[in-house]
């Protein structure tokens, strides 16, 4: 009998998992059905106008980052995990800190160091005697500038998984390669880094979505992407048929993307277990603080720089945290980054919890689509569920006028919730990483003891589950509260009326021309972006000292 109200409970689990699964899957059908809505004109005068224009820039933007993310992730997790040199305990954290910072407070900060105001240009005209034309400058504000500052915020996550990869490398192969001949840096190109293919190509995949996914950057930069055209076309043309457009155009390019990362994951299959180590190559001269160079460059160009020119903005920005303004825009942002971490950190261990105990092609289903969230952009999701929402208002609203001559008005779009919601969706596969990452360590055997105790469904979460994977939990809600702390288009998009969290008003002053005011909530994004890296920093750590004991 405890067997039966154990199963039974069990399949009370699934009901929740599948509304989750709806939700998820809401934005690609609203996006779609907003394509939809739009004529055969709308769509040629896209392609007349601006879509070649979109198109060419997010390309060109998604090849530099990818090749600048290649080039400094690889290049520092070789140097940290396969050489010795001067600093390199301390470097081997510190690049993984730029990951803290949004791309559009990097970009704020070097606006204002770089552009010709700024303290670079100025000094350079005072030593030089130049006058205003007579010198040239690279433009900051530019494709190439918005893929620098993406570069220096994305480039850990190439560094990760490729440290990650050289760390479980085998030292046999490398030392075959040595005795055969070979030069470090030949035996690198030819051995260790096409065993790291696959987790290089997967955090450039990952560097890639989130660079299409990028709103604040390019649209303070004045580049036009698929991102920056939905928005325009959503708020500024009111024409909603080439918002859905354009977004099903980008949908279709990020879930392209999510695909080749996916399978380049799967290609991952390579097993170093009871194999030696590889000793570090201690560097000597010039070498050594070579490397120490190239791997402090990444760090001072994407933390230090910027938060010196941040603070000294700060100084002068006469923008004072403590008042009663400030204290909205903070609470407005813990307030919706509490509820969605809280909301997202649940929907993960539902649907985690329903494909393991109750196993199937549908509970595979709802996670994979749950998944493709993370692949997303804020904005496009904004659409996808702005579009069913704002329909069904209007329609409840209409049939409440006629039946009893009452307004509803808008229940849910432009509500707080519906901001949840897109939160939850595009951040729900991290917490259910997080989620499978923790429950891999409980074994099957202890989930049939309960099930024998009647302790199924909901009892089993509560007392078996979530006492384990509290660990993996808390630091599943930590990465959603950061996230969302930093999302930009879905707030803009969505937010209540008079709802301003501190990006949005970052991005206002920013807009504005108003750096110094944007450097205030720009710190404290980044103050708050440094909890889940500290967190990240501790379990390399960790992570280190087993592999070397």
């Known amino acids: 009998m405890s067997r039966l109200t154990a199963a039974l409970s069990e399949r009370s689990l699934v009901i929740p998992a599948i509304l989750v699964a709806v939700i998820c899957a809401l934005p690609h059908l609203g996006v ?22 979109y198109t060419a820039a997010t390309l060109y933007l998604v090849l530099l980052v990818g090749l600048g993310t290649f080039a400094i992730g690889t290049g520092a997790a070789w140097l940290v995990t396969m050489t010795e040199f001067p600093g390199r305990k301390w470097l081997e954290i510190a690049l993984v800190i730029p990951l803290a910072f949004p791309a559009y407070v ?123 055209g939905i928005y325009t076309s959503w708020f500024s043309m009111a024409d909603r048929a080439a918002g ?47 490397a120490a160079l190239l791997c402090a460059v990444p760090v001072v160009l994407g933390v230090v720089v910027p938060v010196i ?72 999701i904004a659409v996808g569920l702005l579009v069913p929402f704002a329909a069904f208002d209007n329609a409840l609203d209409g049939f409440m006028r006629e039946t009893f001559d009452i307004s509803t008005g808008l229940l849910f779009t432009g509500s707080i919730w519906l901001l949840i919601a897109a939160y939850m969706i595009r951040f729900l596969a991290a917490a259910i ?54 999302e930009l288009p879905a707030t803009l998009i969505m937010r209540p009326f008079n709802y301003d969290t501190l990006a949005v008003q970052a991005f206002r002053l920013a807009s504005d021309e108003r750096l110094e005011g944007a450097a205030v909530p720009s710190l404290v994004i980044a103050a708050i972006g440094l909890l889940p890296v500290i967190l990240l920093c501790r379990r390399i750590g960790r992570a280190q000292l087993e592999t070397r004991v």
């Open 309 to 380: 020119a941040l603070s000294f903005m700060a100084v002068g920005s006469e923008q004072n945290l403590l008042s009663r303004r400030y204290i909205g825009f903070i609470t407005n942002s813990l307030t919706l980054a509490a509820i969605a971490s809280a909301a997202t950190v649940l929907a993960a261990l539902i649907l985690g919890s329903v494909n393991r105990l109750v196993p199937g092609r549908g509970s595979a289903t709802a996670l994979y689509v749950a998944r493709l969230g993370y692949a997303v952009p804020g904005g496009v």
């Open 32 to 53: 779609v059905a907003a394509a939809l809505t739009g004529s055969g004109e709308t769509l040629s005068h896209l392609m007349e106008t601006v879509l070649g224009r």
């Open 106 to 228: 990097l970009a704020y900060a070097y606006t204002d160091v770089l552009d010709h105001p700024g303290i670079v240009q100025s000094t350079l005209r005072s030593m030089m005697g130049w006058g205003p034309r007579d010198y040239w400058f690279p433009e900051i504000r530019s494709l190439g500038g918005a893929a620098a500052m993406l570069t220096l915020v994305l480039y850990p996550y190439v560094y990760l998984l490729a440290r990650a990869a050289f760390i479980s490398q085998s030292a046999s192969t490398f030392l075959a390669a040595r005795a055969l001949g070979r030069t470090p840096m030949s035996a690198f190109f030819r051995v260790s880094l096409p065993m790291a293919r696959p987790a290089i190509a997967a955090g450039m995949l990952l560097a890639a979505m989130e660079t299409i996914a990028d709103f604040g950057t390019v649209s303070f930069f004045g580049v036009q992407t698929f991102a920056t």
């Open 433 to 486: 990483g997080a989620y499978e990452g923790g429950i891999a360590s409980v074994s099957p055997n202890i989930d049939a003891a309960s099930r024998v105790l009647g302790q199924g469904g909901w009892k089993m979460l509560r007392r078996v589950h979530v006492p384990v994977l509290r660990p993996s939990l808390l630091t599943a809600a930590l990465i959603v509260f950061v996230d969302v702390m930093k």
């Open 244 to 290: 859905g457009q354009l977004s099903l155009g980008l949908l279709a390019f990020a879930l392209l993307l999510a695909l080749m990362e996916r399978f380049s994951r799967g290609k991952a299959r390579y097993d170093a277990r009871g194999q030696a180590a590889l000793s570090r190559i201690e560097l000597h001269g010039a070498q050594k603080w070579g």
